[in-house]
């Protein structure tokens, strides 16, 4: 069976239906639905009955009379682990909450710029400054950020790294520089203060706004965007935040010291910084396009579109096991060998770039490049999440698409995601039609990474979801250039043969938070936003 159709689907969810009485007196019983199993590691193309539980156990842990049968009716029965999603969904329909976690799509407000130069196919002629983290993110970004010699413009989801704080701050203030700050509106603790040391420290100097998202707003769940543009002519464009995280404070290269614990430290990104007045000024421009539109809207009587607004409901932080963050283990540990930031093409020339942003122009340009390919498609993603939703028809049919290709002689197809619920993922993607051996699964990814080819790159910050595709505010470039694509294919190849596993593990058990802030032992306490970001 390559897809779970929809006349199997209803058949397991009609015996569903039939026991869902006792299945709801299971243990942390969250939800249950139709799908391929995932059996010792592999997806079984046959459709069973998913049970879904806030905390999935070892059947050692179970009392006889709490677990979950075998078989009901004529479907095999299997218990997967929800992931915070799924748990927070379960827990405000039984709290009778009015929050709605999803934006409605119908109802978002954007408007680009007219004419849409976004849209524009661009020569550079030069060099790109490639590099990856977390082999060199920090130690990269750092003096790019000193060198700002008049203005700094900065679009960015999560900032909670104070070293990077500390830098702005420095820069901005100390060489007389004039900045513009845009930042999603979804704020932890640690941002919360650095929003405050930003606005006390810079005052007249800062022209910034938080972008509200949601329904009636202009984005849908996040400002996600990951762009710092220079004197009007520089820019930096990455998959990573300004956090701990994406960019951790430690340079494998210049101290080799750092390098066998890097990929516990941080996450797997693309970066790049681009030297060219035309882009940095277009991306500059729809900074100011966002900022300029959350200023009107702060005229207007919008009181959160300010920096020193306070937040208002936030999403709760998870419990994540300590294990499922640890990275290396036994030999990857001893052959850790960063790889050095590049200025490539190693000979400056003219190449095409496409710049793209969501919700402008980025499913359409990245549907039509993903047609070109004839021989590879590589891609790297924090996660993909599959959806059959109406509003999402275009990210669905992108999906269907390569879930043909997934299956093609001679086209080498190759995905590798996170560990956050990878499990989940691409069992869906399995049943929608995917042939999951092109899937491997690697921890701390945070890329957002497609080559085509191994002739062209795209850099970017969106996520693979509805909202990541098609209603959320990133950034990306694609670059066509073979030496350029095959730096970030070599960083891609090592993470499939050295870092990323075949085979699917259950997935962790992460959980929600009580709100006493107690953190059980072997678990860490993580925001919201720091986990799915």
């Not at 009716?73 to 909450?97: C, H, I, M, N, Y």
């Not at 607004?309 to 640890?326: K, Y």
């Not at 052959?335 to 359409?364: C, H, M, W």
């Not at 560990?419 to 945070?446: P, T």
């Amino acid at each position: 069976m390559r897809r779970l159709d929809a006349s199997s689907r209803a058949a397991v969810r009609a015996v569903i239906d039939a026991h869902l009485p006792e299945l709801k007196t299971l243990p942390g019983f969250v939800g249950a639905e139709p799908g391929f199993p995932v059996v010792d590691g592999r997806i079984l193309r046959e459709p069973a009955i998913l049970v879904f539980v806030s905390h999935k156990k070892p059947p050692s842990e179970i009392l006889v009379e709490d677990r979950v049968p075998r078989q009901l009716g004529l479907f095999r029965v299997a218990v997967l682990q929800a992931d915070p999603w799924r748990q927070l969904e379960a827990k405000l329909a039984t709290e009778g909450s009015e929050i709605d976690l999803a934006a409605d799509a119908d109802s978002l407000s954007y408007e680009g710029i007219e004419g849409d130069p976004i849209d524009m196919e661009h020569q550079v002629e030069g060099t790109l400054l490639c590099h990856l983290g977390p082999d060199a993110g920090w130690p990269v970004l750092k003096p790019f950020l000193e060198a700002t010699q008049s203005s700094l413009t900065v679009a960015m989801y999560d900032f909670n790294a104070a070293y990077i704080a500390k830098t702005f701050i420095d820069t901005v203030r100390d060489g007389e520089v004039k900045a513009a700050l845009t930042w999603d509106d979804s704020m932890t603790a640690p941002e919360t203060e650095i929003r405050a040391q930003i606005r006390r420290r810079l005052k007249n100097r800062l022209d910034g706004a938080i972008i509200q998202c949601g329904s009636g707003r202009r984005f849908a769940s996040a400002y996600h965007e990951k762009v710092a543009v220079r004197d009007h002519a520089s820019f930096w464009l990455s998959s990573g935040n300004w956090s701990k995280r994406s960019q951790p404070d430690i340079d494998p290269i210049g101290d080799p010291a750092t390098a066998k614990g890097m990929y516990s430290a941080g996450n797997r990104e693309w970066h790049l910084i681009v030297d060219d007045e035309v882009l940095a000024k277009l991306f500059e421009r729809y900074i100011h396009h966002d900022l300029d539109a959350a200023k009107a809207d702060l005229e207007a009587g919008d009181p959160g579109v300010a920096l020193d607004a306070q937040g208002g409901w936030r999403f709760p932080d998870v419990l994540v096991p300590i294990e499922s963050l640890t990275a290396e283990s036994g030999p990857v540990l001893a052959t850790v060998e960063p790889i050095a930031p590049v200025a490539l093409p190693s000979v400056p020339r003219r190449f095409k770039v496409q710049p793209l942003l969501t919700p402008d122009n980025y499913v359409g340009r990245v549907t039509d490049w993903l047609a070109s390919a004839r021989r590879s498609i590589y891609l790297q993603f924090s996660y993909i999440t599959y959806s059959d939703k109406p509003s999402d028809e275009r990210f669905t049919q992108l999906l269907l698409r390569l879930a043909e290709l997934s299956y093609k002689p001679g086209l080498d197809m190759r995905i590798i995601v996170g560990n956050n619920g990878a499990a989940d993922k691409i069992r869906r993607l399995a049943e929608a039609g995917f042939n999951e051996a092109v899937f491997r699964v690697q921890s701390n990814v945070h890329n957002k990474g497609i080559i085509v080819d191994g002739a062209s790159v795209l850099v970017s910050s969106a996520n693979w979801s509805g909202d990541g595709v098609l209603r959320n505010r990133d950034a990306g470039l694609i670059v066509h250039d073979r030496e350029v694509a095959g730096y970030f294919s070599r960083a891609f190849l090592e993470d499939w043969e050295s870092r990323a596993r075949p085979t699917l593990a259950d997935d962790a058990p992460v959980l929600i938070a009580p709100e006493d802030g107690s953190t059980p032992s072997g678990m860490v306490r993580m925001s919201w936003r720091d986990y799915f970001s």
